[in-house]
């Protein structure tokens, strides 16, 4: 998903909803924030840290934005969200997600929402 914002010395409110079926797996999910568009993750930052280059799994909480541990067959709904004041330019926000074992994971459901923090 790749959301497109231009603004001056805002604020946004990152708003990220993940409904899947569990395989297996352990998952990870943050939001990346990128100043050129199709920017992989070497060339994000993580609005959660504030790092680039972004970089999943990670062992660290600060990491990520949501996780779910190693499960199978449940039907899961990661929910996370941070604030994230980039500074003025336009900016490219991309989810990205990890699993500990490759998997098709055809029934899921992502949102991602940015809100604009008027101050």
């Given at each position: ?64 934005m949501t996780a779910v541990p190693n499960s ?12 994230d004041a980039p500074g003025s330019g336009t ?25 604009n923090i008027l101050l």
């Amino acid at each position: 998903m790749l959301l497109i914002l231009q603004d001056f010395n805002s604020k946004f409110l990152i708003l990220l909803n993940i409904c899947f079926t569990t395989q297996n797996t352990n998952m990870q999910a943050t939001v990346g924030r990128a100043t050129t568009s199709g920017a992989n993750a070497a060339s994000s930052t993580n609005i959660v840290n504030n790092k680039a280059s972004l970089t999943l799994p990670n062992v660290s909480p600060n990491a990520y934005m949501t996780a779910v541990p190693n499960s199978n067959g449940s039907v899961v709904n990661m929910s996370a969200s941070a604030m994230d004041a980039p500074g003025s330019g336009t900016f490219y926000y991309t989810v990205w997600m990890s699993s500990s074992t490759s998997k098709t994971f055809a029934e899921m459901m992502l949102e991602l929402i940015v809100l604009n923090i008027l101050l």
